[in-house]
C-alpha cells in the first residue's frame, strides 16, 4: 500500500491541476449536457474546468471532499448528475474522495487512459463528459473497486 500511495502522491505532484497532453475530455460520445470550451470556462472555476475538460488531477489530500465524513450525495459540479452516495465512500488513504461503487453505473462511463506512461481505466460523467478520475481494482468488498474521484470534479448535498 506504502508504494501505491507513493505512486500516486509522485503522479499528482507531475499531474497536478496540469493537462494530459492539452486532451480534453471526450467529445465523441453523444452526452446529454454539450457546451463549448468558451461555455465550460465561464461556469467552472479554472481548476474544475482544468480537471473536468482537461482531465487533469488536483494534489492528494488538498481537496473539500477526501475527508469529508457527512451523509449525503455527491454530483457531477459540471452538470450537477448524481454520482455518488456517501454510503459507498471508504477511507483509502490516498487523498482523493474514494467510493467502491456508483449510484448507478449508467452514471458513469469508463474509458482507456494510456497517459503517462500507464494504463488506468478513466471515469467521466455520463450526463457531460466531464473527467472525475479513475477507478482501480484494489477497493474492499462488495466490488473490490476503488473510485478514486477528483473533489473539485464534485459537488456535495447533505441528507
Known amino acids: 500500500m506504502k508504494n501505491i500511495l507513493l505512486g500516486m502522491a509522485l503522479l499528482a505532484g507531475v ?3 496540469a493537462q494530459t497532453k492539452n486532451q480534453s475530455t471526450t467529445n465523441h460520445k453523444n452526452f446529454e449536457v454539450v457546451k463549448s470550451d468558451a461555455e465550460w470556462q465561464k461556469i467552472l472555476s479554472p481548476e474544475a474546468y ?3 475538460r482537461k482531465k487533469g488531477t488536483e494534489h492528494a489530500f488538498t481537496g473539500q471532499y ?5 451523509k449525503g450525495t455527491y454530483y457531477c459540479a459540471a452538470c450537477g448528475n448524481e454520482l ?3 454510503e459507498n465512500k471508504f477511507e483509502s488513504g490516498t487523498g ?3 467510493f467502491y461503487k456508483p449510484i448507478e453505473e449508467k452514471k458513469i462511463v469508463k474509458e482507456t487512459d494510456a497517459a ?3 494504463t488506468r481505466t478513466e471515469v467521466v460523467c455520463s450526463r457531460c463528459g466531464g473527467h472525475l478520475g479513475h477507478v482501480f481494482d484494489d477497493g474492499p468488498e462488495p466490488t473490490g473497486l476503488r ?3 477528483n473533489s473539485v470534479s ?3 448535498k447533505k441528507k
Not at 477526501?66 to 457527512?70: A, G, Q
Open 15 to 17: 499531474s497536478t491541476f
Open 50 to 52: 482544468t480537471v473536468l
Open 66 to 70: 477526501y475527508d469529508n465524513h457527512e
Open 84 to 86: 455518488f452516495s456517501s
Open 96 to 98: 482523493w474522495p474514494s
Open 116 to 118: 503517462y506512461g500507464m
Open 147 to 149: 473510485y478514486c474521484i
Open 154 to 156: 464534485l459537488n456535495f
